[in-house]
């Protein structure tokens, strides 16, 4: 089993619509969870951190954190074309370094 | 510089030889990392370096993976004797500090070992 994992893809949604992208986790001693933004053939930029549980809203943008559950979301909400990419779910522990899923891929269809 | 940069962005290299590749952080940014990343996958950890301390190698595959940090600025992330398998891009990211900082990563280094 992976140490984080996330709902395999593709995922495809019409432009408009809410975007659901889903992470679990297993090391309970993780502090500090982000989500990337990979398009192809770039490297993976920063969407959104979220270090406490409940919800964190960055325009578009929403993370959701339970560490009960060990879960981590993000929602785009009003998706658009250049949303399309891999979504990647990091998971950072206090020891120092991030451990990354293999992304989900998003298509948003126009 | 105003983010972190990475050579070369590609890089072919025949089956046995040695490669030798660059990483430049964010200037001020205290830990750099090291990541794999094959198609299709997430970035795999590699080794990371607080200053000019690796701190934690424990992702390098084999001992043919070496990286060095001297003066806790510029990175190289070395490999010898290059296997097919070790074909991938790989990415150098940087970040303030350890504990709540994300990761700013270069555009990596496409590698292609034939």
Not at chain 2, 1 to 12: E, T
Not at chain 2, 49 to 75: I, T
Request: aromatic fraction near 10%; charged fraction near 20%; include cysteine.
């Amino acid at each position: 089993q992976k140490e984080v994992e996330q709902n395999s893809g593709p995922l495809s949604v019409p432009e408009g619509a809410i975007a659901s992208l889903n992470c679990t986790y297993s090391d309970r001693g993780s502090q500090s969870f982000f989500w990337y933004r990979q398009y192809s053939g770039k490297s993976p930029e920063l969407i959104m951190s979220i270090y406490s549980n409940g919800d964190k809203e960055d325009g578009r943008f929403t993370a959701q954190l339970n560490k009960a559950s060990q879960y981590v979301s993000l929602l785009i909400r009003d998706s658009q074309p250049s949303d399309s990419a891999t979504y990647l779910c990091a998971v950072k522990t206090n020891a120092g370094k991030s451990t990354f899923g293999d992304g989900t891929t998003l298509t948003v269809k126009p | 510089g105003a983010g972190v940069s990475q050579s070369p962005r590609y890089k072919v290299a025949k089956r046995g030889q040695d490669v030798a590749l660059r990483c430049d952080p964010i200037s001020g940014h205290v830990s750099l990392f090291w990541y794999q990343q094959a198609l299709g996958q997430g970035p795999e950890f590699l080794t990371y370096f607080q200053n000019e301390a690796q701190l934690d190698k424990s992702g390098l595959p084999s001992d043919r993976f070496f990286a060095e940090r001297p003066e806790g600025s510029v990175s190289t992330l070395k490999i010898q004797r290059t296997q097919q398998e070790d074909s991938a891009v790989y990415l150098c990211a940087s970040s303030f500090e350890t504990e709540n900082s994300p990761l700013h990563f270069g555009n990596g280094t496409r590698l292609t070992v034939t």
